[in-house]
Nanobody, 122 residues
Framework: QDQLTESGGGLVLPGGSLRLSCTYS????????MTWYRQAPGKQREEVAT?????????????DYAAFVKTRFAIYKEDAKNTMYLQMGTLLPEDTAVYLC??????????WGRGTQVTVSS
């Protein structure tokens, strides 16, 4: 059974929006951080957005974005659904990539999803 399952990718016009989902099975108090990465053909995998929960829901998570995201993307989660999201807006052709979900536990174990393809093209 996969620890992480992504969905929500697809083909979108430049300037459009998509919401990616990552469903996880790890209990919240075991999660140190969750991250969206992306990898375009011929390029290295790069970090898009990170949410650091550090195994607690008592305080808001720390969130970091890559510089190229600026204000276009937002990472958030719904605890009741065990799902993390990446809301993407004002998409550009250079955002085309496979988007992958990553989870790190509080003891350092690392899990990857299989990825979901996002294609921005007219």
């Amino acid at each position: 059974q996969d620890q992480l399952t992504e969905s929500g990718g697809g083909l979108v016009l430049p300037g459009g929006s998509l919401r990616l989902s990552c469903t996880y099975s790890e209990p919240l108090n075991n999660i140190h951080s969750m991250t969206w990465y992306r990898q375009a053909p011929g390029k290295q995998r790069e970090e898009v957005a990170t949410m650091i929960t550090a195994g607690t829901t008592d305080v808001p998570p720390r969130i970091d974005y890559a510089a190229f995201v600026k204000t276009r993307f937002a990472i958030y989660k719904e605890d009741a659904k065990n799902t993390m999201y990446l809301q993407m807006g004002t998409l550009l052709p250079e955002d085309t990539a496979v988007y992958l979900c990553h989870l790190r536990t509080t003891w350092g174990e690392s899990y990857w999803g299989r990825g979901t393809q996002v294609t921005v093209s007219s």
